[in-house]
């Protein structure tokens, strides 16, 4: 049978593949879309919108235990997890509906099976029946995603011993819960599982948690959860860990004290490993580094025609991050002007409560480069609309430089902070000043209001601080 010809094959799509479909295809580019699994990938399907969905749950039910705090009694509180678990499900089916929409309007067409790369522009598609076909293509851009990094020796059973992606059908609330890693991932399980009543137990090598932050967000949250009675141990690791029946048990090593851990749950939260496996890259010669795929600013590899976009492509595993490589590939691979990805001013953002979320440089890296700057730091109890919302914890830090006052890193932790980190992205994509900012008038009550008098203060302009 002779080969099918497709013009633009995107392999896997995740956020980073369907949103480089829907840009080539804006372009004029004839786009096929080869998915293994399901639509939207492991971002809508496995991981950002369902545990965003449960962590709406947590919040709604943290916030009736408060209720009488704003006048309302409530009586009894209780939770049905399976419930809880099937609206997160549901949520996910829907979004990932919704991609196969936006393939059918952008006539980006969808091929289901796997994928393997060979030379010559060649792509070989088997289906779930076992039959394969092999078509030609001019251009490719792989985003094949990322799955759960293993712990070493440990099976995972969905069970007991769970990754991220299994706790998310978990309808079996665990009495004791051992989380491994606390970097976004198993900081938003521990907001989850400590919300309804589990007995949560963070581990992290660091020597804090969510180790990318700032030290100062970082060690206030760590006193936060401690406060809701989760036990968190930095500087630590963790060292035979086995299950026994539906007993997990584990040894933390610090660097001075060690513990033995029981309990009925455990959750591997320690990084990913790209699916780079099995797909030819070898075959043509796709250069790599640490298995992830070696691309430049253009998410161009060193093979012509060949792309990589997202977690495949090293760096944050993050789904924003994988949708703009996307649409930079999109546009270069379809002769649109060159814009090179900018990794320096990504946002992070961590959904538990409260939330953290930031963009540039940490206090941290700022003094490791060297660089003059000026700390504001306003804490949201100076803030009309967080009294009022009842929402008082946590603060705006902004770094700017000490000659001009651009603005180096913003760094958020409050209930809304993940929706406030947007305004410093843009200041800071143009290179932006802090002074524009503050003579930006911003609405009143508002939350945004705190980055506003964070970059006032760094300029020594305080008004209600």
Same mark, same amino acid.
């Given at each position: 049978?002779?080969?099918?010809?497709?013009?633009?094959?995107?392999?896997?799509?995740?956020?980073?593949?369907?949103?480089?479909?829907?840009?080539?295809?804006?372009?004029?580019?004839?786009?096929?879309?080869?998915?293994?699994?399901?639509?939207?990938?492991?971002?809508?399907?496995?991981?950002?919108?369902?545990?965003?969905?449960?962590?709406?749950?947590?919040?709604?039910?943290?916030?009736?235990?408060?209720?009488?705090?704003?006048?309302?009694?409530?009586?009894?509180?209780?939770?049905?997890?399976?419930? @809880?678990? #099937?609206?997160?499900?549901?949520?996910?089916? *829907?979004? =990932? +509906?919704? %991609?196969?929409?936006?393939?059918? !309007?952008? $006539?980006?067409?969808?091929?289901?099976?796997?994928?393997?790369?060979?030379?010559?522009?060649?792509?070989?598609?088997?289906?779930?029946?076992?039959?394969?076909?092999?078509?030609?293509?001019?251009?490719?851009?792989?985003?094949?995603?990322?799955?759960?990094?293993?712990?070493?020796?440990?099976?995972?059973?969905?069970?007991?011993?769970?990754?991220?992606?299994?706790?998310?059908?978990?309808?079996?609330?665990?009495?004791?819960?051992?989380?491994?890693?606390?970097?976004?991932?198993?900081?938003?399980?521990?907001?989850?599982?400590?919300?309804?009543?589990?007995?949560?137990?963070?581990?992290?090598?660091?020597?804090?948690?969510?180790?990318?932050?700032?030290?100062?967000?970082?060690?206030?949250?760590?006193?936060?959860?401690?406060?809701?009675?989760?036990? @968190?141990? #930095?500087?630590?690791?963790?060292?035979?860990? *086995?299950? =026994? +029946?539906? %007993?997990?048990?584990?040894?933390? !090593?610090? $660097?001075?004290?060690?513990?033995?851990?029981?309990?009925?749950?455990?959750?591997?939260?320690?990084?990913?490993?790209?699916?780079?496996?099995?797909?030819?890259?070898?075959?043509?010669?796709?250069?790599?580094?640490?298995?992830?795929?070696?691309?430049?600013?253009?998410?161009?590899?060193?093979?012509?025609?060949?792309?990589?976009?997202?977690?495949?492509?090293?760096?944050?595993?993050?789904?924003?991050?994988?949708?703009?490589?996307?649409?930079?590939?999109?546009?270069?691979?379809?002769?649109?002007?060159?814009?090179?990805?900018?990794?320096?001013?990504?946002?992070?953002?961590?959904?538990?409560?409260?939330?953290?979320?930031?963009?540039?440089?940490?206090?941290?890296?700022?003094?490791?480069?060297?660089?003059?700057?000026?700390?504001?730091?306003?804490?949201?109890?100076?803030?009309?609309?967080?009294?009022?919302?009842?929402?008082?914890?946590?603060?705006?830090?902004?770094?700017?430089?000490?000659?001009?006052?651009?603005?180096?890193?913003?760094?958020?932790?409050?209930?809304?902070?993940?929706?406030?980190?947007?305004?410093?992205?843009?200041?800071?994509?143009?290179?932006?000043?802090?002074?524009?900012?503050?003579?930006?008038?911003?609405?009143?009550?508002?939350?945004?209001?705190?980055?506003?008098?964070?970059?006032?203060?760094?300029?020594?302009?305080?008004?209600?601080?």
């Amino acid at each position: 049978m002779a080969n099918q010809s497709r013009d633009l094959i995107i392999l896997g799509s995740g956020p980073g593949g369907y949103v480089a479909a829907i840009r080539a295809a804006q372009l004029g580019r004839q786009v096929a879309i080869v998915e293994r699994e399901a639509l939207g990938g492991v971002c809508l399907n496995w991981g950002c919108i369902p545990s965003k969905a449960l962590l709406r749950s947590a919040q709604l039910y943290n916030d009736m235990k408060h209720a009488s705090e704003f006048g309302f009694e409530t009586g009894k509180l209780g939770f049905d997890l399976g419930k @809880i678990v #099937t609206r997160s499900r549901d949520v996910a089916n *829907k979004l =990932s +509906g919704g %991609v196969s929409y936006l393939m059918r !309007k952008n $006539k980006v067409e969808v091929i289901s099976g796997n994928g393997v790369i060979e030379k010559g522009n060649k792509l070989v598609v088997t289906d779930s029946s076992k039959k394969s076909t092999t078509y030609d293509f001019k251009d490719i851009i792989i985003a094949t995603g990322a799955r759960p990094r293993p712990f070493p020796g440990v099976d995972v059973d969905g069970e007991v011993i769970h990754t991220s992606r299994t706790i998310l059908e978990n309808k079996r609330l665990p009495q004791k819960l051992l989380i491994i890693g606390a970097g976004a991932i198993g900081i938003e399980f521990a907001y989850f599982f400590n919300s309804l009543g589990v007995q949560v137990t963070v581990v992290e090598m660091a020597d804090q948690i969510l180790p990318v932050e700032d030290t100062e967000v970082a060690q206030t949250l760590e006193k936060i959860f401690a406060k809701k009675g989760m036990t @968190i141990r #930095t500087g630590t690791g963790v060292q035979n860990l *086995k299950k =026994s +029946g539906s %007993v997990v048990s584990a040894t933390l !090593k610090g $660097k001075t004290s060690e513990e033995q851990w029981s309990g009925d749950a455990c959750l591997i939260a320690i990084g990913i490993l790209p699916n780079t496996e099995n797909i030819g890259l070898e075959k043509v010669g796709i250069e790599m580094n640490r298995g992830f795929i070696k691309v430049n600013e253009f998410m161009q590899t060193n093979v012509p025609h060949h792309y990589a976009i997202g977690d495949v492509a090293g760096g944050a595993a993050l789904a924003h991050k994988a949708s703009h490589e996307g649409i930079v590939a999109a546009e270069v691979v379809s002769g649109k002007s060159k814009h090179p990805m900018r990794y320096d001013n990504i946002p992070g953002c961590t959904y538990c409560q409260p939330q953290v979320a930031s963009v540039g440089l940490t206090e941290r890296a700022a003094k490791e480069k060297g660089i003059k700057y000026r700390v504001g730091k306003i804490p949201f109890s100076a803030i009309g609309k967080a009294i009022a919302i009842g929402e008082q914890d946590g603060f705006v830090k902004v770094i700017i430089d000490d000659q001009v006052g651009e603005v180096l890193g913003v760094h958020i932790i409050h209930a809304e902070a993940t929706e406030l980190i947007s305004e410093a992205a843009v200041i800071r994509s143009h290179e932006g000043i802090a002074a524009s900012v503050v003579d930006t008038i911003h609405p009143h009550p508002t939350l945004s209001e705190s980055v506003m008098e964070a970059m006032a203060l760094a300029l020594g302009r305080p008004i209600n601080f």
